[in-house]
Structure formats: C-alpha cells, structure tokens
C-alpha cells in the first residue's frame, strides 16, 4: 500500500518593516504592509512531516515531540482545513487521484534551535505545515498561494514561503485574497547579508505578539500615524534599496523602523516594554560603530522580545562580533559557521567611544547566532522523516 507523506524544511524570516497590528484578526489581516529578510536554514529551520493515512483516528500534530491539541475553530485546524480543501479541488479536477482530501493526517514537526532562545518559531512552524502539507497534496500553488494560507496560522509566517527578500502586502479586499507574500529579490540577488543574532537573557514572559499588537490597535494614536503615513512610503524606499543593493538606506530604514516599532508598543495602554538593558546597550554599540567608521556598516532590528539580529555585509561581520564580545563576554568561544577567526577576546574598532557602554557581566547575552540570507522551503527525502511507520513521531519529548 502506498504511503502518502511529505517532509519539508522552512526557514525563519526577520523584518525589517514590522507587522504589529491586524484590521482582522480572524483571517490575520495586517493594518500594514512589512517585509522580512529570509534565513539561512542551515542553522535555522522548522522541519515537518506530514502523512495522510484513512486508518488514522483524527488529525493530530506533534511539535519538538510533544503532541500539541488541534482546537476545532484554531490557528492549526484552520490551515489543515484550508490545506484539504485545495487537495479536494485537485481530486474534483482528476477523478484518478487518491482521496487524501477524506483521510486524517498525522503531522510531526520540529525546531533545530531551542523555543527557550526566544526566536520566533511560529513563522518557520507554519510555513512548514503549509508547506508540508502542499507537497503531500501534490497542489499545483505558488508560495504567494500557500502564504495566504500560512498567513491565517500567524502573520508572520506568510513572508516565509519565499526565500530572499520578502514582502507581505496588506491587500485591500474584506476575504483577504489580496494579502499575501511576494518575493521582492531572491536570495542570489544580494547574497551578501549575514545576520547575527544576540540571544539576550529574559526571565519575564513578554506580552505575546497576538494580545500586544491588538492592544496596540485598540489604544495607539501612534499606530494610526505609522499606517498611514510612514510605512507605505519605508516599502518603497527599502524594496528600492534592495534592488540597488543599498545597504546603508536599507540599514537606515530597518533600524528606524525597528524603533517605531517599539514607539509604538511603548505607546500602548497600558504599555508594553520588549527592549531592555542588554538590548538597547547593543543598540548604544551598533549607533557608536557606525558613527565612528563615517559609514553605516550594520543594522540593528528587534521583534516582540530582547534579542537583538544585527544585519551586516559579510566583510563587517568579525568587527561586529568581536565589538559585541568586548561587551558581551562569552563563557564559551564563539561558534562561527563561516569560520571568520573571531577574536573571542573582543576588539573595539578603530575610533570607536569606549564608554558609550559598559561591560555586561558573562551570560547577560546567551550566545550568538551567526547566519546570513537563505532560501525558501525545501523538500526533504523519505530518510528525513519525523513520522516513524507506525505513524507517530520518531522522537517524543
Ligand atoms: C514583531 O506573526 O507572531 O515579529 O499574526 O498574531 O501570529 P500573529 O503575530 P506574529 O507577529 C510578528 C510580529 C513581529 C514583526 C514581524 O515579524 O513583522
């Protein structure tokens, strides 16, 4: 009998133009358009298997080895359902292909980077649902197609079924047709963006993205402002630094954006704080690194929690870690996948204003997560499977 699976990787994405607010919250439609950087999953990845199989009881979903409830009107059945739907079309078109639209699906899925280091893992978790889910189906979408779905799992997610540079435009249209991800460069276009991440210490649990930016909406004035005046024209500008392989406009653009950002959540009620010490310590470096050298050489962006992802050309990259190791000292040497020979001692550059910050004590940034640009979604052979043939995960937390 054949057996109908599908494994897949997706990457995470980091934008450089925030999504923080939704006009419908239902079908995750956004108050702005925004546009994400797509990592290198290499070192950052969701991988998910999915089988369609009519001896399975009901649909059910594992992520990191622990079984994950599927509520009936949530975010996961949603996009399961809309995923069956599009298989159902396909076998209304040819009456040959197998039902797989009827069967239940096991889903087994995993993160290759810890949930304690803060990163965002919804976005690569349901890009690679969907995706996974695609390639089962054998559906004849487009990732634009599939990230109108990906986008009803989390916002986010829908600039993760491309690779490259990344735009989610809001659209217009009450059903949410229009809003959808597009791809505004591939990756091969300026493969030259590395991305380092701080992974910075956080014992409180943050306000989460999805109560934070409805609070947002509800209370901001700022917000209203940033709509409709700011971020239509930051999208032209940025998407046109991109395609002119501008880093210091898009560097401006990414850290203006990151801090209106958190204008914004500041300007909640009551407010909301994601930055702390160590975060805007390493925004004080980044500023000083880049007056001193005359020039803007990296950028600095934040999401809804601490963590700094610093965006860089690959030249500036040892400078920049080998400043933030001055700051941040590191009870274990650097893991550097491009092997740039990281002084672990830390090094200020030349001119460089010692005291615009201080010294953090060891451990006050947990480790750092060097990566660069990537590619979209990639289909992994039967040997990757997550889904052992008894049809439940091959590892259980
Ligand atoms: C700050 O996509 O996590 O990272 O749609 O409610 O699931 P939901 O929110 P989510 O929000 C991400 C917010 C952000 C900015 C961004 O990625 O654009």
Redesign the pocket.
């Known amino acids: 009998m054949s057996v109908y699976q599908a494994t897949v990787s997706a990457p995470v994405?980091?934008?450089c133009?925030?999504?923080?607010g939704?006009r419908d919250t239902k079908l995750?439609l956004p108050t702005n358009s925004?546009l994400?950087v797509t990592l290198d999953q290499d070192h950052l990845r969701s991988t998910t298997t999915s089988r369609a199989d009519p001896s399975f009881d009901k649909d059910r979903l594992w992520l990191n080895g622990k079984e994950e409830p599927i509520e009936p009107v949530g975010?996961l059945s949603t996009c399961i359902s809309e995923m069956k739907r599009l298989r159902a079309a396909v076998e209304a078109q040819n009456p040959s292909a197998p039902k797989l639209s009827t069967f239940p699906v096991h889903i087994a899925s995993r993160n290759n980077f810890p949930t304690a280091a803060g990163l965002?893992s919804?976005?690569s978790g349901f890009a690679a649902l969907v995706a996974s889910l695609a390639s089962l189906y054998d559906l004849p979408a487009t990732p634009s197609q599939l990230s109108l779905i990906a986008r009803q799992?989390?916002?986010?997610?829908c600039?993760s079924l491309f690779g490259g540079y990344v735009a989610w435009e809001m659209g217009t249209l009450p059903d949410g047709s229009d809003s959808l991800a597009v791809e505004i460069a591939p990756r091969e276009h300026w493969p030259d963006i590395h991305a380092l991440i701080c992974v910075v210490s956080d014992d409180k649990k943050g306000t989460s993205?999805?109560s934070g930016?409805q609070r947002t909406v509800e209370t901001s004035a700022l917000l209203q402002h940033r709509i409709a005046q700011v971020v239509p024209a930051r999208m032209d500008a940025i998407k046109d630094a991109i395609l002119r392989r501008d880093f210091p406009a898009f560097a401006r653009i990414t850290m203006q954006d990151s801090n209106q950002?958190h204008a914004v959540a500041l300007d909640t009620d009551p407010p909301i704080f994601y930055l702390n010490d160590v975060s805007r310590a390493i925004i004080a470096l980044i500023t000083e690194y880049n007056r001193a050298a005359g020039a803007i050489k990296a950028a600095y962006t934040y999401?809804?929690g601490p963590n700094a992802v610093i965006y860089a050309p690959k030249e500036n990259i040892k400078e920049i870690a080998e400043l933030l190791l001055r700051y941040f000292p590191q009870a274990e040497p650097f893991a550097d996948p491009f092997s740039l020979g990281v002084d672990n001692h830390g090094r200020l550059p030349d001119g460089f204003n010692e005291k615009v910050a201080k010294t953090f004590p060891v451990a006050s940034v947990k480790g750092f997560i060097h990566t660069r640009v990537g590619d979209g979604p990639r289909k992994l052979s039967a040997t990757e499977s997550l889904l052992g043939s008894n049809g439940l995960p091959t590892f259980l937390a």
């Open positions: 994405n980091i934008a133009i925030k999504y923080w939704k995750i925004s994400s975010r965002a919804s976005a799992g989390s916002g986010s997610a600039r993205s999805t930016m950002f999401d809804a």
